[in-house]
């Protein structure tokens, strides 16, 4: 079985920092996709970030990038010059086609502070 | 619309009353996965359907909950003799084939068993 583990339940980063979000998984599939999502207050499940497992290349978008580590399992999320926007829960996830579902950690509460 | 939209936002109920919550995925969207988020935990999977295929109803806690999908699209989940341990928000979300794909979620239903 797939597990997901998020050992930092909260965080704190000051406007414009940077600060890094940390994740690990566990499987013994070779082929699989991680994501990051971000839900604010509203609910609402947003993709900050995917990778492919077999791209070696570590996937960016705009203030985010990810540290992706296959042979330590690791995918952490580095966020860029934050803002307060960015406060929000952050969720690591992962997904096989043999599963057919994702997987999700239990989530990093991030406040962003002035 | 564009997005993945559930019905009702927010469901107050009383414990042994049967409630439905409904999904309707993005138009096109073969895919249409539900997942429960307890309070302070992360997402968990539930049940999933891809097109015409037998649902994948591995995650579903107890024979109390059930789903079906109508003609390929609107979703409704179904919880008999709701329990206080329902309560949580029930999120759907929606890919165009796989979950290889991007899942695209809605804004959840808070179900609240009192």
């Known amino acids: 079985a797939q597990t997901v583990t998020q050992s930092q339940p909260e965080m704190s980063v000051q406007e414009a920092e940077t600060v890094t979000l940390s994740c690990t998984y566990d499987?013994?599939?070779?082929?699989?996709?991680l994501f990051w999502y971000k839900q604010p207050p509203s609910r609402q499940m947003i993709l900050v970030i995917r990778q492919e497992a077999y791209k070696q290349q570590n996937a960016t978008e705009n203030r985010f990038s990810v540290n992706f580590q296959k042979a330590a399992k690791s995918f952490s999320l580095k966020i860029s010059d934050s803002q307060l926007g960015d406060t929000a829960m952050y969720f690591c996830?992962?997904?096989?086609?043999?599963?057919?579902?994702?997987?999700f950690g239990t989530g990093t509460r991030l406040q962003v502070t002035l | 619309g564009a997005g993945v939209s559930q019905s009702p936002s927010n469901k107050v109920t009383e414990k042994g009353k049967d409630v439905e919550l409904r999904c309707d995925p993005i138009?096109?969207?073969?895919?249409l996965y539900w997942y429960r988020q307890s309070l302070g935990q992360g997402l968990e999977f539930l049940i999933y359907?891809?097109?015409?295929?037998?649902?994948?109803k591995s995650g579903l806690p107890s024979d109390r909950f059930s789903a079906e999908r109508t003609g390929g699209s609107v979703s409704t989940l179904t919880i008999q003799r709701t329990q206080q341990e329902d309560s949580a928000v029930y999120l759907c979300?929606?890919?165009?084939?796989?979950?290889?794909?991007?899942?695209?979620f809605g804004p959840g239903t808070r179900l609240t068993v009192l």
């Open positions: 996830a992962f997904y096989t086609g043999t599963a057919s579902k994702l997987t």
């Open positions: 359907f891809q097109g015409n295929s037998a649902p994948d």
């Open positions: 138009s096109g969207h073969t895919a």
């Open positions: 499987t013994s599939e070779s082929n699989y996709y």
């Open positions: 979300a929606s890919t165009p084939s796989t979950g290889t794909d991007t899942q695209y």
